[in-house]
T-cell receptor
Framework: GQQLNQSPQSMFIQEGEDVSMNCTSSSIFNTWLWYKQDPGEGPVLLIALYKAGELTSNGRLTAQFGTTRKDSFLNISASIPSDVGIYFC?????????????FGQGTILTVHP | EAQVTQNPRYLITVTGKKLTVTCSQNMNHEYMSWYRQDPGLGLRQIYYSMNVEVTDKGDVPEGYKVSRKEKRNFPLILESPSPNQTSLYFCASNRQGFRYEQYFGPGTRLTVT
């Protein structure tokens, strides 16, 4: 099946630093999504991207839908301790009515105060 | 409060002993899904349901069963659990037309010995 490669697998940063992570695929996706999972919780949708080249922000988070439709990027500016968690990219290749998502392996983010 | 609930949250069982993990949503969503989360593999879809009495296999359906007799409930059944089904399980739901805004439950951590 389709696979998404997410990198880096983990990040250890100081509070205030900016964070970048990305996701690549061998096939084209019509939609890219970014989720965050807090410890002991289920994933929560952060940003949804629907168009190649689209750049969308949600507070300190900015995500981009790559122009090749095979990649996406998430940036977090001025990180704070509550940014800790696992970040997942997910993509939908289309062809279903309900949106079948393929998830990346996740990026574990640790923020040191 | 709009939510997806799962029970139990934690379960330790033995090989071959049938078990059911319940999932319920109070948002009147048409679509529901089950995922399993394993380290380094992200979330992989087990089964999904597009509405009452309509279910289909996801990416990793072997060893699992589901049913959708009521719109709000989508139980996951392991007829004969095996150790390789030790994992963290998430139920999710979303509304028709809002297919990417999946709401996830809090997760069920299953250990099969």
């Amino acid at each position: 099946g389709q696979q998404l490669n997410q990198s880096p697998q983990s990040m250890f940063i100081q509070e205030g630093e900016d964070v970048s992570m990305n996701c690549t695929s061998s096939s084209i996706f019509n939609t890219w999504l970014w989720y965050k999972q807090d410890p002991g919780e289920g994933p929560v949708l952060l940003i949804a991207l629907y168009k190649a080249g689209e750049l969308t922000s949600n507070g300190r988070l900015t995500a981009q839908f790559g122009t090749t439709r095979k990649d996406s990027f998430l940036n977090i500016s001025a990180s704070i301790p509550s940014d800790v968690g696992i970040y997942f990219c997910a993509g939908d290749a289309g062809g279903t009515s309900y949106g079948k998502l393929t998830f990346g392996q996740g990026t574990i983010l640790t923020v040191h105060p | 409060e709009a939510q997806v609930t799962q029970n139990p949250r934690y379960l330790i069982t033995v090989t071959g002993k049938k078990l059911t993990v319940t999932c319920s949503q109070n948002m009147n969503h048409e679509y529901m899904s089950w995922y399993r989360q394993d380290p380094g593999l992200g979330l992989r879809q087990i089964y999904y349901s597009m509405n009452v009495e309509v279910t289909d296999k996801g990416d990793v359906p072997e060893g699992y069963k589901v049913s959708r007799k009521e719109k709000r409930n989508f139980p996951l059944i392991l007829e004969s659990p095996s150790p390789n089904q030790t994992s963290l399980y998430f139920c999710a739901s979303n509304r028709q037309g809002f297919r990417y805004e999946q709401y996830f439950g809090p997760g069920t951590r299953l250990t099969v010995t």
